[in-house]
């Protein structure tokens, strides 16, 4: 398990980074991934849409070009203060919530689609955490989650594994599959110097 993949460490990680984040973000994870990730949705205005790991609202931000509204979680209050300063913090459209990808705060069955960009990779129990976006999705309801894809040097290899995770298309189809999911999909994307840094899976939850 990486250094990373631990709460209180990735919260102290995101409390000195959530002042630069808006910069840094855009070299790893731009508005071109962004709209070719959302491309892979089935987005109607009414939809309900859960954006897990919302950080400072990047992903948020091209949500709310299809839909009405947004519900928006992250453990971070540091990054919740950045997302705060773009949307406001407690009228829609968007609805923010402190907590915890494994332990979602939402009733079963609530969501169409459940959203996650630059999370993952934190999470100690991504199956469980995966689990727990099955839950609160509606029958049929989509997920889409993109992650660090895993690089091919073994060098980066050993420095990914000590950092946090990182994962290939076999094994995204394993998480997902056994957290309940089915017609699993995988992209990959990334900015031009490096078209394939992440990988992103679409998902269904079973009807």
Same mark, same amino acid.
């Given at each position: 398990?990486?250094?990373?993949?631990?709460?209180?460490?990735?919260?102290?990680?995101?409390?000195?980074?959530?002042?630069?984040?808006?910069?840094?973000?855009?070299?790893?994870?731009?508005?071109?991934?962004?709209?070719?990730?959302?491309?892979?949705?089935?987005?109607?205005?009414?939809?309900?849409?859960?954006?897990?790991?919302?950080?400072?609202?990047?992903?948020?931000?091209?949500?709310?070009?299809?839909?009405?509204?947004?519900?928006?979680?992250?453990?971070?209050?540091?990054?919740?203060?950045?997302?705060?300063?773009?949307?406001?913090?407690?009228?829609?459209?968007?609805?923010?919530?402190?907590?915890? !990808?494994? =332990?979602?705060?939402?009733?079963?069955?609530?969501? $169409? @689609?459940?959203?996650?960009?630059?999370?993952? /990779? +934190?999470? #100690?129990?991504?199956?469980?955490?995966?689990?727990?976006?099955?839950?609160?999705?509606?029958?049929?309801?989509?997920?889409?989650?993109?992650?660090?894809?895993?690089?091919?040097?073994?060098?980066?290899?050993?420095?990914?594994?000590?950092?946090?995770?990182?994962?290939?298309?076999?094994? !995204?189809? =394993?998480?997902?599959?056994?957290?309940?999911?089915? $017609? @699993?999909?995988?992209?990959?994307?990334?900015? /031009? +110097?490096? #078209?394939?840094?992440?990988?992103?899976?679409?998902?269904?939850?079973?009807?």
């Amino acid at each position: 398990m990486g250094v990373l993949e631990n709460k209180a460490r990735a919260r102290l990680f995101y409390k000195y980074l959530s002042t630069v984040y808006d910069r840094i973000n855009p070299f790893i994870w731009n508005e071109q991934m962004r709209t070719d990730a959302l491309e892979l949705l089935d987005l109607e205005p009414e939809s309900t849409v859960l954006d897990v790991g919302c950080g400072t609202g990047f992903a948020t931000e091209g949500l709310l070009e299809h839909v009405e509204e947004v519900y928006a979680l992250d453990q971070s209050e540091h990054q919740l203060e950045q997302a705060y300063a773009k949307f406001g913090k407690r009228s829609p459209p968007v609805h923010f919530h402190r907590g915890d !990808a494994e =332990r979602l705060p939402f009733a079963t069955d609530t969501f $169409d @689609v459940v959203w996650s960009s630059g999370s993952i /990779e +934190y999470w #100690p129990n991504p199956i469980l955490a995966l689990r727990e976006f099955r839950r609160v999705l509606k029958p049929g309801g989509q997920v889409l989650v993109v992650g660090p894809n895993y690089p091919d040097s073994p060098i980066a290899q050993r420095l990914a594994d000590a950092m946090m995770l990182f994962y290939d298309e076999y094994e !995204a189809d =394993r998480m997902f599959k056994r957290a309940g999911f089915e $017609d @699993v999909r995988h992209a990959f994307m990334g900015p /031009e +110097y490096e #078209p394939e840094v992440a990988i992103t899976t679409v998902a269904r939850a079973p009807e």
